[in-house]
């Protein structure tokens, strides 16, 4: 009986773009290839997560139940004003002072209104719902086109319907969580306030977005690419930073290639076979998303998933189909 082996995303999650133009790149062009942590910032609006009651007096309160809200809606207004984060949804709440007040919400692409009354909760007016308006992690930045001024990371897509607006920063890994039986390690970090470059697109296959002035190419190394047709089975290296910024190569053995005409973000399936990053972190970790994967001392790609079986056993995606949902075309 052929085993079945459960694979996860690497971003480790806490948690209208411009127009990009299109752009060439020759086979003989360079990529400067990077490998460093980076927090990642995409502002979602404001979403449910969850719904609670509200103790008044001798009776329990649920707001939310009237107004036909749920879990995953997005809050678009409150009392005809509109809602972009929890900040202003707080502020017009406060300001009903517990009248009941029209809410306006999306579920499935479609708006809903509803009447909705704010319970008191303490000092405080409540509508007994939790909330996000952002979602806050940590991946690898995988490459940066210096013609275009553009940047990928990831390798795959980070789950939400949509976001307002996004932005990457400089970020320092401050530990390592081992993997252990059924779940995968993951790197922790510390992210700082410096923006590195702003995400336009959250794509099936990673980040993508445009590079500010902050974005440091003095670490990284400007290398040539491969295309899926001429990567082949056996060493190669992934680059990773498993403390602070430093980026390290660590060697991994690439086990099967995937033949694809269309984008999928298990093209690459490699183990690693580094003993350094074995003991250090027992092989691929959550954060690990977005690290380059380099043969021949020529970028092919970038990791993607691990297996929650064998933090050794992990899957890559090919470079071109990052470049080709950032409008950058490949001239063979």
């Known amino acids: 009986m052929k085993k079945k082996i459960i694979f996860i995303v690497l971003l480790l999650l806490f948690f209208v773009g411009i127009k ?9 062009d360079k990529i400067y290839v990077s490998g460093e942590p980076i927090g990642i910032k995409l502002n979602t609006g404001v979403e449910v997560v ?28 409150l009392n005809n004003v509109p809602i972009d984060n929890i900040k202003g949804l707080l502020e017009v709440l406060r300001k009903t002072k517990g009248e009941e007040v029209q809410i306006k919400y999306i579920r499935n692409n479609k708006e809903y209104v509803g009447n909705i009354k704010p319970s008191l909760d303490n000092d405080s007016y409540s509508l007994g719902l939790y909330v996000k308006d952002c979602i806050l992690g940590v991946g690898t930045l995988t490459y940066y086109l210096e013609g275009a001024n553009v940047y990928g990371s990831l390798g795959h897509q980070i789950d939400t319907d949509s976001f307002t607006e996004g932005m990457i920063y400089e970020a320092k890994v401050t530990g390592i969580v081992l993997p252990t039986r059924n779940k995968a390690g993951e ?7 410096t923006i590195i470059g702003s995400v336009e697109k959250n794509t099936e296959t990673g980040i993508h977005g445009i590079a500010s002035s902050k974005i440091d190419i003095s670490n990284m190394e400007y290398l040539n690419f491969k295309t899926r047709d001429e990567i082949n089975l056996g060493k190669a290296e992934i680059w990773t930073a498993i403390s602070g910024d430093k980026v390290e190569k660590f ?31 027992g092989g691929i970790i959550q954060g690990m998303s977005g690290s380059p994967i380099v043969q021949d001392n020529k970028l092919i790609g970038a990791v993607t998933h691990v297996s929650i079986k064998d933090a050794t056993i992990a899957y890559g995606i090919y470079l071109e189909w990052m470049l080709e949902d950032m409008d950058i075309h490949v001239i063979k």
């Open 251 to 281: 060697e991994i053995e690439i086990i099967s290639l995937e033949k694809q005409n269309q984008k999928d973000i298990k093209g690459i399936s490699f183990k690693v076979i580094d003993e350094r990053l074995i003991n250090k972190t």
């Open 50 to 77: 969850g719904t609670f009651g509200i103790k008044n007096n001798s009776k329990v309160e649920k707001p939310w139940e009237q107004s036909g809200i749920r879990e995953k809606d997005k809050i678009i207004e």
């Open 187 to 193: 790197k922790q970090a510390q992210i700082n306030n």
């Open 20 to 28: 990009v133009d299109a752009h060439d790149i020759c086979k003989n």
